[in-house]
């Protein structure tokens, strides 16, 4: 049976957010990045869906929705824009131009007339100047929006502590009170639920029949440390004086350099350093080496069999900026609710012509 919602994903990356989608009834009728890696990957497992690769700043509005077909209300619009320009990590926000990419998607909004828009975005963007400006042009093309929420991941069964600001644009005052009122009731997953099972492999080892399953091959130094650190949840602390680098001996700075995962515990937020100890607590709960690829994929809990193009570093970046597969799927009964109330208002009905099925 034909999926009976549509959606349009902006700034899909490697397509986290449209494989959620799909696997909960939406029909991804056409996405679009500029990112060339991130769309390899992206094809790789979102054949079906037309992919623009292009910056936003060149696309029509109109565009995504170009090939010829029948006529129809596009229901979800998702801008998950790029988080850079808001996070607390980045020291040259202010100069990064970036910033302005979420209110280029307002053209879409404007243009096509969804039922529904969902943004998604750091804890950061609450209060910047870019999201009053967006919230007050959304208004003004008649969308009624709700308060940036945050929420954690880890509440919608993601096995990682991952903060998250969320909020949507509706045609109807009902779907915002829907969304500001919602909260799933999932159980909490861990990092044992996650990878517990995959093989077990030493420091540049690879799984022979996953090739993303593969661990770093470590410098010495670094496998002495490791072997030294408590498994299940050690860190830093746990090396002698002598293994210590000289900015780490006060245990204050970089706390999680080093750190193991705890079992059964969540994983911390994974960022585009997520298989290197250098950069975090990524080191695997009890094997000397950091987690593989495949297991940092499975933290944001894409499918075991997500493919991904490009090297290494490419894929750690895909992975490290991708929205949490099982999130969005959180969020999805919810979205449904708000396209439904905003069916029943049919006198907004701008009809469009739908891409290709995804």
């Avoid at 002495?224 to 293994?243: T, V, Y």
């Avoid at 029943?344 to 012509?353: A, L, M, Q, S, W």
Wanted: aromatic fraction near 6%.
């Amino acid at each position: 049976m034909r999926p009976s919602y549509n959606a349009i994903d902006l700034f899909c990356g490697s397509g986290a957010v449209t494989a959620a989608l799909k696997k909960r009834g939406f029909r991804v009728v056409s996405a679009v990045d500029n990112d060339p890696v991130a769309c390899r990957t992206y094809r790789l497992n979102h054949r079906r869906v037309r992919l623009i690769e292009d910056d936003i700043r060149n696309i029509r509005p109109e565009a995504p929705l170009d090939d010829s077909g029948r006529s129809e209300q596009l229901d979800l619009l998702v801008i998950c824009a790029p988080c850079q320009p808001f996070s607390s990590q980045n020291r040259k926000k202010t100069n990064d131009d970036r910033a302005t990419l979420l209110l280029e998607a307002l053209k879409f909004a404007e243009e096509i007339s969804p039922w529904c828009v969902f943004v998604e975005n750091v804890p950061g963007i609450a209060s910047s100047t870019i999201l009053r400006d967006f919230r007050q042009r959304l208004t003004g093309a008649g969308y009624f929006i709700s308060r940036p929420r945050t929420i954690n991941a880890a509440d919608f069964g993601v096995p990682q502590r991952r903060v998250r600001c969320v909020m949507v644009a509706c045609k109807s005052e009902a779907g915002v009170r829907l969304f500001e009122d919602y909260s799933p009731k999932l159980e909490r997953s861990t990092v044992r639920m996650a990878i517990g099972k995959l093989r077990q492999l030493r420091a540049g080892e690879s799984d022979p029949n996953d090739a993303l399953h593969a661990a770093r091959q470590h410098q010495a130094l670094a496998l002495e440390r490791l072997m030294h650190i408590q498994h299940d949840g050690g860190g830093r602390k746990d090396l002698p004086d002598r293994l210590r680098l000289k900015c780490h001996k006060d245990d204050k700075s970089f706390s999680d350099v080093y750190g193991r995962m705890r079992w059964d515990d969540l994983a911390p937020t994974l960022t585009t350093g997520c298989d290197d100890v250098t950069k975090g607590r990524f080191a695997h709960p009890e094997q000397d080496r950091a987690i593989t690829l495949r297991e940092a994929a499975l933290l944001q809990t894409f499918s075991p069999t997500y493919r991904f193009s490009g090297n290494r570093s490419d894929i750690a970046r895909q992975i490290g900026n991708a929205v949490p597969v099982a999130m969005v799927e959180g969020l999805v009964p919810v979205l449904k609710r708000i396209i439904r109330e905003g069916r029943k208002n049919r006198h907004t009905r701008k009809p469009i012509k739908t891409a290709a099925r995804g």
